[in-house]
């Protein structure tokens, strides 16, 4: 990979991290601080959460009929969704150590932080709850069928896909065959760090 390319994605991925911190302590000051594992909220913002809340009758009435009716194709999803989480902590608890593959931390993708809302009323809470499961566990599965996709084959694609994690945005150029076998190791080698950043190993040492 061309060196300024890398350099490139170095700032880009820096400037991405520093947005998303200084996002993040901007909210803070605002709605609620953070005291180890739990979330505080200020007196008066408690107040008016619960002043902005829905009752469970009154939200039933404002619920569309065919939202209900669907409802238990969007619930029944959980079956699958629990049978992937576990086949994903299995096949990741078995199978990357032997390829010296760092493992993907659950709990920095699956989080459950939305019970702390006293605006949201107890089937608002539940929803919340669903999707946060749902997405961080896709979002999971993704991490870690990444890690995979750059231990066996870190190739870009030749056509522009959509949702690419980010990590293959240091693979090897499509069709770059001089260089694959020459940087193969060092792309499996950069998974042993614990990282959740897109690995890019640099170009293969000199003979």
């Known amino acids: 990979m061309d060196e300024k390319v890398r350099q490139l994605m170095a700032q880009i991925n820096g400037l991405e991290d520093e947005l998303r911190a200084v996002l993040h302590q901007a909210e ?3 709605f609620y601080r953070v005291e180890g594992k739990r979330i505080r909220f200020d007196k008066s913002v408690r107040e008016a959460h619960q002043r902005s809340k829905t009752s469970l009758l009154n939200w039933f009435v404002k619920s569309r009929p065919p939202t209900v009716v669907v409802a238990p194709v969007i619930y029944g999803l959980i079956v699958p969704l629990l049978f ?3 086949g994903l902590t299995v096949y990741q608890a078995l199978c990357f150590p032997v390829y010296r593959i760092n493992k993907v931390r659950r709990s920095d993708y699956v989080v459950m932080d939305r019970w702390h809302l006293s605006y949201l009323n107890f089937i608002e809470k539940f929803n919340c709850a669903y999707c946060a499961y749902a997405n961080g566990l896709l979002a999971y599965g993704t991490e870690i069928a990444a890690r995979t996709e750059q231990y066996w084959c870190p190739i870009k694609h030749a056509r522009k896909m959509l949702g690419a994690p980010p990590r293959t945005r240091a693979f090897l150029t499509y069709g770059d065959g001089e260089n ?9 080698d950069a998974l042993a ?4 950043k897109p690995d890019d190993p640099g170009d293969p040492p000199s003979s």
């Open 28 to 30: 803070v000051p605002l």
């Open 84 to 86: 992937l989480d576990l």
């Open 180 to 188: 694959y076998q020459q940087r193969l190791s060092a792309f499996r």
């Open 193 to 196: 760090k614990d990282s959740s």
